[in-house]
């Protein structure tokens, strides 16, 4: 079952082909073994494709990560966009926040499958091992929050990450995050000067994807989100 909710929602899609991605995209896609999307697939890509704020619910292993991390990487490879390499301080444009370890190397193998062959460059930063791959460029940074060296409080207190570009913000399993304590570290990152405002002001896009819902999560959604639509799978 699917719940939409949210003013001049997008239109689903019924195969990928519908989705309008690049060659590079579609080639990679086909070679890791992607035919059919996925329920939370057909509906999430074309609303994030839309540019459009979203929150969505749907069980673990619905297929959520590449509901967002393909239209994303579609519009980076697009856009043509090339890291600064050699900068100490990199500025994503995609940031992806995940409450463990094991989800932030999950994705960024995903983001960097969807991204072979272009100059999107994905980074997973975890321990205080990343640095030298920041450094390489980044356009698309998976991280976690919490305390320690290469997570992204101890990044952005170094001045090895900023959010000065970041075009796209996504809180993987929100509800883990909430349920492990995480969330003034997230509030405290939307108030970090750098961070684009979300719209009107700004041209920050911010998902939220949760595998349940909760009343805090929908508290949250309205303070982070703007003009958003719901999405829950069922």
């Not at 450094?135 to 992204?152: A, E, H, R, Y």
Request: charged letters at 20%; aromatic letters at 6%.
């Amino acid at each position: 079952t699917v719940f939409i909710s949210g003013e001049n929602h997008t239109m689903a899609m019924k195969t990928f082909a519908a989705a309008n991605l690049g060659p590079i995209l579609t080639d990679n896609m086909t070679r890791s073994g992607y035919r059919e999307p996925t329920l939370v697939q057909k509906h999430a890509i074309p609303m994030v494709a839309a540019g459009r704020d979203l929150i969505a619910w749907a069980r673990t292993g619905s297929g959520k990560t590449a509901a967002y991390l393909l239209p994303i990487v579609n519009k980076l490879i697009e856009n043509n966009n090339e890291a600064e390499t050699g900068e100490t301080m990199q500025a994503p444009k995609c940031v992806v926040i995940t409450p463990t370890r094991e989800l932030a190397i999950q994705t960024h193998d995903d983001a960097r499958k969807f991204a072979e062959g272009s100059m999107v460059k994905s980074v997973v930063a975890y321990d205080d091992t990343c640095v030298g791959q920041l450094q390489k460029g980044c356009d698309i940074l998976v991280t976690c929050p919490g305390p320690g060296p290469g997570k992204l409080p101890d990044l952005l207190e170094k001045g090895l990450v900023s959010f000065a570009n970041c075009k796209y913000l996504v809180l993987d399993e929100a509800n883990r995050m909430l349920e492990m304590g995480f969330m003034p570290e997230i509030e405290g990152m939307m108030e970090d000067p750098a961070m684009p405002k979300k719209a009107p002001e700004g041209n920050r896009q911010t998902l939220l994807f949760s595998s349940s819902s909760t009343d805090e999560i929908q508290e949250r959604a309205q303070e982070f989100l703007t003009d958003y639509l719901c999405l829950a799978i069922q």
